[in-house]
């Protein structure tokens, strides 16, 4: 599954250009500081998508592409034609979904480096509780955002030193909710051509909702739109191949959501079983047992069912309680989801406003981990 920093870090820019310097003696300040001075790289390297596509197709046309001193780089055909998929895909969450998609991927910039930013998460050893940061704006989140990579390497380190297991991971993209231009970063289209249409509908649904506090909700949630709305994207395109795969990665998704489900109530009710600080140790010797178990059923049986990812996954897939609780982010109760998808008759559109109306009345019952 292709990992996304959605919504949370950079919706915090907002309050960073107007207090930020006012923060900046403050741990929290120095990070949005640092979190705002990145983003102004990201938008000053900002450039059309359609002047680009224009460019491109003036310069097929003419089977040239002259460049001058201060001409930005030409772009290769690939490249050329997943900017011209993103505008589509973007034309579809508006026209067919209804998302207020703004400017939100109207503009490309071209990174200095593969990876954006590396995402830190963090889980108590002997307890499925999530180690937690706060932000304005977006409230307590389960994860934290660096772009400068050995900060995220220290800050792994002392969440270690308080006892957690850690799982820190790179993300290709983000969303600023609609706060910001976002511009489509090189780093996303890296993605294949499902993929990039899954996230561009992604980020896209964390403009239309985006609950305060409840980022497994909004993930998970977005993470469905993604799946759906790329196979719907890839039907109306009459591209029958995508649209297949699309499902297929979507299917995947919700095998490993489901024993990801399994392993998470396994794991807690042995640490319920169990609790007390003196049973602390025998807390963790059990919860290993569990994991080199669990290695050994994804290999044996789960491994066998999933269609979009190789045998080795189940091999090298991080197993403890941080990258349980990461992926749980973005995997909780998929086939509630689906439900309201078959039950609203394959209709999308429909489908996401009856989500969205019964989260908004507090009737959405997603079991969200601790």
Known sequence: MKLRWGGVGLVLLGIVAVGGVLLAATPTGRYLVRAAWEEGKILRGRRSIEGIVRQA???SAASTAPQTASSAPALDAVTVGKLELVLQARDFARDSLGFPVKETFTQFTQLERDTLVLVLSGARQDALVAKTWWFPVVGRVPYKGFFDFDAARKAERAVQREGYDTYLRPASAFSTLGW???PLLS???RADSVDLVNTVIHELTHNHYFAKN???FNESF???VGARGAERFFLARADSFSARQSVARWADDRVLAAYWAVLYRSVDSAFKAHEGDSLRSQRITLRDSIYSAARRTLVDSIAPLLRTL?????ERVKLDNAALMGRRIYLTDL???EREYEESGGDLLRAVSSIVGKHRRGA???AVPE
């Open 57 to 59: 197709r003036a310069d």
């Open 180 to 182: 910001f231009n976002d």
């Open 187 to 189: 780093s996303t289209l």
């Open 214 to 216: 409840e980022v497994v």
């Open 222 to 224: 977005a993470n469905f």
């Open 310 to 314: 190789p045998p080795a996954y189940a």
């Open 335 to 337: 086939e509630a989801f």
């Open 364 to 366: 959405w019952g997603v």
